[in-house]
């Protein structure tokens, strides 16, 4: 939580980082309209995901966060650590500027706690934790109901990564049974989507 809030104390502009583009306009609508654009590649419907969609449109909190460097991908899957504790925060190729929530909300999310579902902060901590070393080092207090909307739009991107890699595999470009194998996550995904927005 500490190190996501040191990622996030960085804001635009930064001269080192302006080949980032600030978002046109606010993050939910932004990354609905992308996944969107996917989805209407495919021939299939995914109407879970669509449903999904709709909801966090319908549901989206109000936007009061100002842009900051996200990672997108925070997860322990990209976190190296040694003896002494985290040395290096891998993968940037997602970097952006955006809601800091995002971030959070993709920690939490119940895809990356790998069979620790009772540790809610990626399968490592409690929630709790992880939202307390957040607050210590940024001061901003975590509001909890704009991480949950944000883990709910974690599953959707995470879905539609997974029909992305799936795709690349069935349509010849890379042959690969991980990506196959990603492909087939999305149904999962699509059930969490559900039961996290269900009435």
Known sequence: ???????????????????????????????????????DRLDEARPALEWGMSWCL????????????????????NLLLDQHGLVAILDW???????????????????????RPDLEAGGISSRAAFYQGYQDETGTVVDDGVVRFWEIMAHIRWAIIALQQGARH???????LELALTGRIAAELELQILRMTRP
Do not use: K, M
């Open 1 to 39: 939580g500490r190190e996501l809030g040191c990622i996030h104390s960085i804001r635009p502009p930064r001269n080192d980082l302006s080949f980032l583009p600030l978002p046109s306009a606010g993050p939910v609508a932004t990354a609905i309209e992308d996944y969107r654009t996917f989805l």
């Open 58 to 77: 319908q549901n989206a909190p109000e936007d009061r966060s100002q842009p900051v460097l996200i990672h997108q991908d925070f997860r322990t899957g």
């Open 93 to 115: 190729e997602f970097a952006a500027w955006g809601d800091p929530n995002s971030d959070l909300g993709w920690f939490c999310a119940a895809c990356w706690r790998f069979g």
């Open 170 to 176: 069935h349509r010849g470009e890379e042959l690969s």
